[in-house]
């Protein structure tokens, strides 16, 4: 039999390819467990600063520092859940208009955007790493142990996560635009797999 090179390079670049998404799932779900982790805490902070903070006014004797912290940990969370949304393409778009276009004009369209997004928010990493130098021993006022780096960093972080949670969602977007499908579709799918799963396990149930 002979020897084939485009053959044989065509399987070692699928064999690649298909590495490449096993990894950037398992990195996916790692990710997905860290940003939830963090969400979640900041939100739970958020919250019981809040509901202290309106006992403490009641009570004559607010919290002075409240107000500073929270609209930081607001920051936070918004900058850190965005990565989350990030993660699950679940941002705003107009998925259906493009699953609705041509599978040529859907290719263009997704590899535009994705450089677009990548590349602003590449640079709003890099603009925010630079802006904590210029910060230098600043801190908050209501808090003046807690430095103005620590409270800003989550905008080069949080750009950074984000860059990193749409490149771990590639994949996965890349197979909607082959299809033809958007993120609501696959949404409904799998409501409707979920359905399906929870009405065979009680018909099983009662046999």
Known sequence: MPWDPYGN??????????LIKVNLDKISRILETILISISVTILSVLAIIIITSVFTRYLGSSLY???EISSNLLAWLTFYGSAYCALKR??????????????????F????????????????????????DIYGDETLTSLTWIPLKVTQSALPIGAAL???????????AWDMVMKGSSAEDEEIEEAIRDA????????EAVK
């Open 9 to 18: 390079f065509y399987l070692f670049l699928k064999e690649a390819i298909m």
């Open 109 to 132: 369209l997704f590899v535009l955007s994705e450089v677009i997004v990548i590349g602003f928010f590449v640079t709003m990493a890099w603009a925010g790493y630079y802006l904590l």
């Open 162 to 172: 984000f860059v990193a949670a749409q490149i771990c969602s590639m994949p996965r």
């Open 196 to 203: 399906k799963k929870e009405a065979a396990q009680v018909m």
């Open 90 to 107: 679940s941002h705003m778009g107009f998925g259906g208009l493009v699953a609705s276009m041509s599978l040529i004009n859907r290719k």
């Open 65 to 67: 520092w409240a107000d």
